[in-house]
């Protein structure tokens, strides 16, 4: 059976210039009735806020830490969502706990202290397309950076830039290079990304891999993503993605799980 990815049937919107200081990315899913279709989830550093909408109407805004491994799930009925994703660094500020406190955890945005979960009732009372323009008017007033937030922010920006090039430096290059600690630099990226820099840029790796996966020999992946060789790509995609790469492509894949979201 194949499995689906959420990136196959999210539209990118547009995002208001009042939020882009907040959003790195906003995508639409329409109302679609999948059936039993499996849903593959590949790992992701990113905090997302979630507006989910049933068929039925029903409406539910919940947010997804920080995924640090794959996920194999089916849906619990036809849904549509709008997906918020948040930039590095900016967890604490909209949601009012750290990155690291949502890692591989689905939590209802209306029990988060932030100011985004103050809006959770209305978010989920009004159609998920008025919720944007909501925000939109909104956020701006009501969240705020301290200093040391914002100069977090710009460490973090910097690191992971550096972390995803091509020639991605160790983590002891990256931090004698932003001028801070190692153990700095792992601070900032748990409060602001929910993982580790280490972990982080073997998530980039392996998307880097799933990205060019089926078209290239696995020995050219390994030597233009930076693993050691072939078996290194192999052990890492095992171990973040639950299988082997050859047994990923034919679609032999862990059996899903029914999606238990937050009420």
């Given at each position: 059976m194949?499995?689906?990815?959420?990136?196959?049937?999210?539209?990118?919107?547009?995002?208001?210039?009042?939020?882009?200081?907040?959003?790195?990315?906003?995508?639409?899913?329409p109302v679609?009735?999948?059936g039993?279709q499996?849903?593959?989830h590949t790992?992701e550093?990113?905090?997302t806020?979630?507006?989910?909408?049933e068929?039925?109407g029903?409406?539910?805004a919940?947010?997804?830490?920080?995924?640090?491994?794959a996920?194999?799930?089916?849906?619990?009925?036809?849904?549509?969502?709008?997906r918020?994703?948040?930039?590095?660094?900016?967890?604490?500020?909209?949601?009012?706990?750290?990155?690291?406190?949502l890692?591989?955890?689905?939590?209802?945005l209306?029990e988060?202290?932030?100011?985004?979960?103050?809006?959770?009732?209305?978010?989920?009372n009004i159609?998920?397309?008025?919720?944007?323009?909501?925000?939109?008017?909104?956020?701006?007033?009501?969240?705020?950076?301290?200093?040391?937030?914002?100069a977090?922010?710009?460490?973090?920006?910097e690191?992971i830039?550096?972390?995803?090039?091509?020639?991605?430096?160790?983590?002891?290059?990256?931090?004698t290079r932003?001028?801070v600690?190692?153990?700095?630099?792992?601070?900032?990226?748990?409060?602001?990304?929910?993982?580790s820099?280490?972990?982080?840029?073997?998530?980039?790796?392996?998307?880097?891999?799933l990205a060019?996966?089926g078209?290239?020999?696995?020995?050219?992946?390994?030597?233009?993503?930076g693993?050691?060789?072939?078996s290194?790509?192999?052990?890492?995609?095992?171990?973040?993605?639950?299988v082997?790469?050859?047994a990923?492509?034919?679609?032999k894949?862990?059996?899903?799980?029914?999606?238990q979201l937050?009420?």
């Amino acid at each position: 059976m194949r499995y689906l990815t959420s990136t196959e049937l999210e539209t990118p919107v547009p995002t208001p210039e009042s939020l882009r200081p907040w959003l790195t990315e906003l995508t639409s899913t329409p109302v679609l009735d999948v059936g039993d279709q499996p849903f593959a989830h590949t790992p992701e550093a990113t905090t997302t806020v979630v507006l989910r909408t049933e068929k039925s109407g029903r409406r539910a805004a919940y947010v997804i830490g920080a995924q640090t491994k794959a996920a194999y799930s089916q849906a619990q009925g036809p849904a549509g969502c709008v997906r918020l994703r948040l930039e590095p660094g900016v967890t604490r500020q909209l949601l009012g706990v750290s990155a690291s406190e949502l890692t591989d955890r689905a939590v209802s945005l209306a029990e988060l202290p932030g100011p985004l979960g103050t809006f959770a009732t209305d978010l989920t009372n009004i159609p998920a397309d008025e919720a944007i323009a909501y925000l939109e008017h909104t956020l701006p007033h009501h969240v705020s950076e301290t200093d040391t937030e914002r100069a977090h922010r710009i460490v973090l920006r910097e690191a992971i830039s550096s972390l995803t090039t091509d020639t991605a430096p160790s983590i002891p290059d990256l931090a004698t290079r932003l001028a801070v600690s190692e153990r700095q630099l792992r601070n900032i990226f748990q409060t602001g990304t929910g993982m580790s820099p280490k972990h982080f840029a073997r998530i980039t790796r392996l998307r880097q891999v799933l990205a060019y996966a089926g078209n290239t020999p696995w020995s050219h992946l390994a030597a233009h993503t930076g693993y050691y060789d072939q078996s290194h790509l192999t052990a890492d995609f095992r171990t973040l993605m639950g299988v082997p790469p050859a047994a990923y492509l034919r679609g032999k894949l862990p059996a899903p799980t029914r999606c238990q979201l937050p009420r």
